[in-house]
C-alpha cells in the first residue's frame, strides 16, 4: 500500500534514511537528503513543496520503502530526491512506489521529474526501464579546502575579471544560456536561479562567463557556464577559486555537464579531482497536444463580406424532355460570375 507520509512513519523514515540513495547531486553535496527535515517542515515552506511516500509491505510482501521528490512552485521540473532503500528500485515496490511519485508530481502541475544518478549503480538501469530517458551528461569535481585545520581561509579581493551579479544582468545570462544550452536540455530544464551569489565576466560589455553558485554546511555548487570565445580560462578559473572563502570540511564542488565537456581538461590542470560520472534522466509527465484552432475573422469598418465558393441550387421540377434518351433532365443554377447554365448530368445529385 502506497499512501503518502504521516506521522505513524516517523520511526520508519528514521530507520531508512541512512541507507537511501539520493538522487539530486547539488542537494547530496551541500546539504545532504534531509528527507526527514523535508518531510516535518513541507507545510511551513510556502516556496518549495516536498513530497515524501511510503510504501508499506502487505503482509510481509516485500519491504517497506520512501522516496522523495522536491518541487519549486515556479519550476516546470520536480526532481527526484531520495529513494530508500537503496536497492528498491530493483524491486516491484520500488517501481510502484516510483510510479506513484510520478503521477503525484504531475497533478502537482510539474512537466518533468529528473534524477541524477552515476550510471554504474544498479538504479541507472532501473530508472530506464521506468521510462527515465538520458538527456544529459556530468562530471562533478572536487577542489579541496585548504589543509589548516580549523583556521577560515580568507577570501582575496575580487579581481577585475570577476563581479558579483546584479539585477541588470538577468537577460545577459539569460542570453548567454541560450546559446550555451542545447535545445534538448532547454526543454527540460529552465535558466539557473539568480540568487544574488552568481559570479558574471564581461569582455567589452558582453557577458562571456556565468558561475551559478550555492553554499550549504557540507560544501559549495558551482556550476559553469563559459563561453568557447572566453579568453585564458586557466587564468580565469583560478582567480574565482582564489576570491571565494571555504572553510574546513567543506569542499568545492563543480559540475560539468557533457555540452561543456571541454572544461574537464581546465579543472584537472587545475587540481581539481574528479568525484563522479552521473546521467542526468528525465521522465516526461505531458505531451504536447497540436490541433488547430478556429478563429473568427472580424470584417473591416464598413466592408461586407460575401461568400466566395460557388453556390449551387438543384431545380427540383422536371425539366424538358431529351428527345433522344426519353429522361428527365436536372437542370443546376450556378452562381458563377457568367451567371450562364449548366446542365448537370443525370444521376450526380
Not at 502506497?2 to 553535496?29: E, K, M, N, T, V
Not at 560589455?205 to 558561475?211: K, P, W
Amino acid at each position: 500500500m502506497i499512501r503518502p507520509f504521516d506521522w505513524r512513519d516517523l520511526s520508519l523514515l528514521h530507520r531508512l534514511r541512512a541507507g537511501g540513495l539520493c538522487l539530486d547531486a547539488q542537494l547530496a553535496y551541500t546539504r545532504g537528503p534531509n528527507t526527514l527535515q523535508h518531510a516535518v517542515l513541507d507545510a511551513l515552506n510556502p516556496i518549495q513543496s516536498a513530497c515524501t511516500l511510503v510504501a508499506r509491505a502487505q503482509g510481509g510482501d516485500g519491504p517497506d520503502c520512501i522516496g522523495q521528490y522536491l518541487y519549486r512552485h515556479q519550476d516546470s521540473l520536480a526532481r527526484l530526491t531520495f529513494v530508500s532503500p537503496a536497492d528498491t528500485l530493483n524491486e516491484w515496490p520500488g517501481m510502484q512506489l516510483l510510479d506513484a511519485l510520478t503521477r503525484a508530481a504531475g497533478s502537482q502541475g510539474a512537466r518533468h521529474l529528473v534524477a541524477e544518478v552515476d550510471e554504474h549503480l544498479p538504479a541507472f538501469e532501473a530508472l530506464r526501464r521506468a521510462g527515465f530517458a538520458v538527456y544529459a551528461r556530468q562530471r562533478i569535481w572536487r577542489l579541496d579546502p585548504p589543509p589548516e585545520v580549523g583556521s577560515l581561509h580568507a577570501a582575496s579581493p575580487a579581481p577585475a575579471a570577476w563581479r558579483h551579479e546584479g539585477a541588470g544582468d538577468e537577460i545577459a545570462v539569460a542570453m548567454l544560456y541560450a546559446n550555451l544550452v542545447p535545445a534538448l536540455v532547454q526543454q527540460v530544464e529552465p535558466p539557473p536561479h539568480r540568487n544574488g551569489r552568481g559570479w558574471v565576466h564581461g569582455q567589452q560589455s558582453e557577458i562571456l562567463a556565468y558561475l551559478s553558485t550555492d553554499r550549504g554546511p557540507l560544501g559549495t555548487w558551482v556550476q559553469p557556464y563559459l563561453h568557447p570565445a572566453v579568453d585564458s580560462v586557466d587564468d580565469l578559473l583560478q582567480s574565482f577559486f582564489s576570491t571565494i572563502p571555504r572553510r574546513p570540511g567543506r569542499p568545492v564542488y563543480i559540475v560539468v555537464r557533457s555540452y561543456q565537456g571541454w572544461l574537464n581538461d581546465i579543472l584537472e590542470r587545475l587540481g581539481l579531482q574528479p568525484v563522479c560520472d552521473q546521467a542526468v534522466m528525465v521522465r516526461r509527465l505531458v505531451v504536447p497536444v497540436r490541433q488547430p484552432a478556429v478563429a473568427a475573422e472580424r470584417a473591416p469598418a464598413g466592408v461586407t463580406i460575401k461568400p466566395t465558393a460557388p453556390m449551387a441550387r438543384i431545380d427540383l421540377e422536371p425539366g424538358p424532355r431529351d428527345p433522344a434518351g426519353g429522361r428527365d433532365r436536372a437542370w443546376t443554377l450556378c452562381a458563377q460570375p457568367d451567371r450562364r447554365m449548366r446542365r448537370t448530368p443525370p444521376g450526380i445529385w
